[in-house]
């Protein structure tokens, strides 16, 4: 229930008890005041003497006293009968000296002063509940919009402020969030800048240890691959040795060929190559040998010249996806779209796994670097699952002034 509803509700209840307490002191006052004037009356009947005595007009000027003889005057349908029975009660006519004390007049007039006092304090409870509106919307108004703001911090829009108020309690609360905000802004800027400095580093050592594995262990490894195939060919040797020799070369290209995957996770080398849609491309069919799963591959001949940095961070992002792909989906093919627009570069992967309703409750780490690599790309990533329906994985980057290069060389 709302605030206003329960103040509402409150005052409703509170004008409700006055007025059934002012009605009931009415009532009250009333029956005194027409006990009074019957008592009057009825003097006044007893010492004006028989209606015939009166000059004629008279007796049509007297309240509360009609000649006994005369019926059809009483003006009782004018008051409700309820109403009459609570301010008159049982009292019935009586003849005092030729004279009908009847108390139907002072119960009308109580009658009509009732209606304008429940009139009048209807159209002042109607005001009172327009002011009441006014005000309670007028200081509720500031502490929508700091549920507002509090939610658009729960978004992530960490640039949302109050304005400032003019009651000084709320004021100093719209100070306080403020400041909060900003602090937390803050603290959120340090870590986003802490995260993707981490990310860098993280990269430039995968590229080290890539060159190093690539130039050292890598030509250890060629080198007695040549030896042992040059085994196989010597005379010296009987066939159990050169038999040996050929396996040996064999466990060397085994080895070789899983040292290239090592290199291409740790560096990818097809980008400096072949370029940004070549590597995609690349990482599309190396991921399709390795998973043994299906993946259609769509996209655009012509993407946008990205900078070696964030180059880097799509393939990564795209690279963890997949792996996801073929470690948690339960799929058996996916499907990859990178498309470039005007302004932006839309990038989407759907698998055809099992889905989970509470997907964004599981989020784990490779999930977290995802969400940074888009950042620092400058966009947003969106992750969307539902049980029997797979998982669909969103990453829109602005592209600002960036040129389009011819994507494939």
Known sequence: MT????IFLLMLALFTAIYVLGAVFYVHQARYDIQRELTAVTSLARASGAPETLPPGVA???????PAEVTGLSSRQEVPGWFESM???NRGFTVV???RIDPVDEAEEIWEGFLLISA????????????LFWMVRRGIRPLANLAGAMAAVANGKLGSRLSRQSVVELDALAL??????AALESEQKTVSCLLEELLQLQDKEREHIARVLHDDLGQYLTGIRAQARSWVYDPDLNERQRQQARDLAGHCETVQQHFRHLLQDLHPLAMEQFGLAGAIRHLVEQWQHLSGLDCQLTMDEQLAELSGTQQTHLYRFLQEALNNVSRHANATCARLAVQQHATELHVELHDNGAGSDNFPEKIGLGLRSMRERARCL????????KVGEGTRIRLTVPLGLARASGGIR
Do not use: D, P
């Not at 009048?120 to 002011?131: E, K, N, P, Q, R």
């Open 378 to 385: 400058g966009g947003r990533a969106q992750f969307l699952s």
């Open 120 to 131: 009048s304090y209807a159209v002042g409870m109607a005001l009172c509940f327009i002011a």
């Open 87 to 89: 301010v008159v009660g």
């Open 176 to 181: 306080r969030f403020n400041n909060m905000v």
């Open 97 to 99: 000296n030729g004279w």
């Open 3 to 6: 605030a206003f509803r329960k």
């Open 60 to 66: 049509e000027t007297l309240r509360h006293m009609r």
